[in-house]
């Protein structure tokens, strides 16, 4: 067993019941959008924006982003401690990913929240 305190929960089955709830969340949130794709016909920029400007979405978008850079951490976290076996090697993986997850939050953040 990898213990280790860079998981998220530091538990094996809160891990995985947190990667089942960030999926759930990030499956609503696509099939969300492909249903306003489909049923918007001829999408335009004010449409966009009052979809975007709307508080119920920013604060749904937020949701779907933090339960995106939740999902890539437990998963990428138990790909790496499974099969990265050298303790630098794994370091160094998990740090790029968490740097990577970082931005991605970051950008995101400020993207819909015009920070």
Known sequence: MVSSITNLTRNGLSDWMVQRVTAVVL???TLFMFGFFALTSDLDYQQ???LFGAMWFKIYTLAALL???GH???GM????????????VRFIVLAV???TNFVYFVIGFSA???V
């Open 67 to 69: 339960a995106l850079v």
């Open 72 to 74: 890539i951490w437990i």
């Open 27 to 29: 499956g609503s949130y």
């Open 77 to 88: 976290w138990t790909v790496a401690t499974d099969y990265v076996k050298n303790i630098w």
């Open 48 to 50: 966009w924006q009052g």
């Open 97 to 99: 990913i968490a740097l």
């Open 112 to 114: 819909v929240w015009g």
